[in-house]
């Protein structure tokens, strides 16, 4: 079984600035993906950036990338120059279906 | 191209009515995907198609709850005797199979149990 926790529920950042969302994972599988997803107060579901567990570089995706902890069995997103734009939540995933339960990020301008 | 599609978007019915939902997953993805969302809450899995294989129904919460996919393409997610707690925004999700991994998620049905 796989398991996904992300413990902050909610985060205020600065415009700008960086942001971290913390997410950990439980697995027994040696083989797994994990995902980054985005949603917007408007509801879709957008996706953001995938680590494989064998990848040996942290994924990047333009502002976002992925501090990949294999040991710690974490996947932290940092977001860099945050934008108004990024307020949403955030969900952590991993690829047998498991989601973390979101975390909601407000950037301030 | 076209992207993941579901309808209703918006559905109320009356408790204990039975429901269907449709999804339209992207053509050729053989991988769908049904999930619950309540308020404010995280994904719940309720069930997955992959390929001609049986589905894995394991998040499926009750019995009152099936899907079929028919042809390997269009999906339709059914509650029967609808409760208040089954009101939720229900999305699906398509990936392709054979080295891609992204889930591409549809608008979403909400429904509303009143």
């Known amino acids: 079984a796989q398991k996904i926790t992300q413990t902050q529920p909610g985060m205020f950042v600065q415009e700008k600035e960086a942001v971290t969302l913390d997410c950990t994972y439980d697995t027994s599988d040696q083989s797994y993906g994990l995902f980054w997803y985005k949603q917007p107060s408007s509801g879709e579901m957008i996706f953001l950036i995938y680590q494989g567990s064998y990848d040996e570089q942290n994924a990047t995706e333009g502002r976002y990338s992925l501090n990949f902890q294999k040991a710690r069995k974490s996947a932290n997103l940092v977001i860099s120059a945050s934008q108004l734009g990024d307020s949403a939540m955030y969900f952590c995933a991993m690829s047998k279906l498991s989601f973390g339960a979101g975390t909601t990020v407000t950037v301030r301008a | 191209g076209a992207g993941v599609s579901q309808s209703p978007s918006n559905k109320v019915t009356e408790k204990g009515k039975d429901v269907e939902l449709r999804c339209d997953p992207i053509?050729?993805?053989?991988?769908l995907y049904w999930y619950r969302q309540s308020l404010g809450q995280g994904l719940e899995f309720l069930i997955y198609f992959q390929g001609n294989s049986a589905p894995d129904k394991s998040g499926l919460p009750s019995d009152r709850f099936s899907a079929e996919r028919t042809g390997g393409s269009v999906s339709t997610l059914t509650i029967q005797r609808t409760q208040q707690e089954d009101s939720a925004v229900y999305l699906c999700?398509?990936?392709?199979?054979?080295?891609?991994?992204?889930?591409?998620f549809g608008p979403g049905t909400r429904l509303t149990v009143t």
């Open positions: 999700a398509s990936r392709r199979t054979g080295g891609g991994y992204e889930q591409y």
């Open positions: 053509s050729g993805h053989t991988a």
